[in-house]
């Protein structure tokens, strides 16, 4: 060994016996968990040019993938920030995502099974600790009211707390709550840059459920919701630039459940089994996309979660690499005055 990588490799020893020590003892690790904490909270929530939809949620509740959270979707805009539907563990996704949470302007509900629904108290309380300045609308079909109420009833307490610990000055119990606003099929919310629509779809027996499009300054998406494939929504999503729809792949799930009726698991397997005749097969949206002249159809809430790369080639059977088989965190950027889509993949 030569001088010089003599001397390499002692340097070397010293910055990690050095490190080893600085990891080791209280005034180190107070220096370093210092620094994490000073580059975690001094980076700044997203401003994003032109409409910006990110997926914060990606699964169904059938199968488990800790890289998936449940349904929800962000929208946002240099001067908007909404939600459609925030299933568990979306709350999460959305802080990984540093998403403007202090200016959010609202929750849109498709329905109301849990998987679009179980996340929405942590964002409400998330939103008001971070400094929402009003009450948190929340949006959807008849029925919002009886959930959100509920939601409301059960965290009063936990409000109530914290406005006492913190003070009224900072955490106001008037902005605390959820306030529901019960939609029917037509504009949903509008101002001068952005138009959301309601539109019906069919998840029956769950009725009524529906999705939503979104447009500002010419760029748009249509969010679907839990549907099967249906004429109303390809009318609402007429030459939209981005189509996000519920996913259900046959060849999966028909396997999953002969999986299940082998092991005995007859009573899982019949429910399961009843998942088919309420969610959109794969295979037969590509084409209604395309004669709705929508730009690029993306799937979401998978039926069930693809947790392997086996399973994500069974959902893309019969389907075109066109498509895009979306992940928690996925953003797709439409500028105004373009036609171009960018699609970020974490």
Known sequence: MNKITTSIVTLV????????VIY???SGQDFLYKQL?????????????????IVCGSASPLGNDPARAQACIAVVTPEHFFLFDVGARAPMRIAQGLLPINRLNGIFLTHFHSDHIAGVPSVNMNSWVAGRDTELNVYGPQGVGTVIGGFNTAYQLDQTYRTAHHGADLLPQVTAAMKPITLTPGIAFQDANIKITAFPVDHSPIDPAMGYRVDYKGRSVVISGDTVSTESLFIAAKNADLLLHDALSE????TLIAAMKASGNDRTANIVGDVLDY???STNIEEQSKK???????FYHFVPVPNLPLVEKMFERGISSDVILTKDLMTFQMLPGSEEIIVTDP
């Open 279 to 281: 969610h959109a097969s």
């Open 251 to 254: 060849p999966a799930l028909e």
């Open 24 to 26: 080791n003892t209280a």
């Open 13 to 20: 020893l010293i910055i990690a016996g050095s490190g080893a």
């Open 37 to 53: 904490a000073t580059l975690a909270t001094g980076q700044k929530a997203i401003n994003p040019e032109g409409l910006n939809v």
């Open 292 to 298: 709705a002249g929508i730009k690029q159809l993306a």
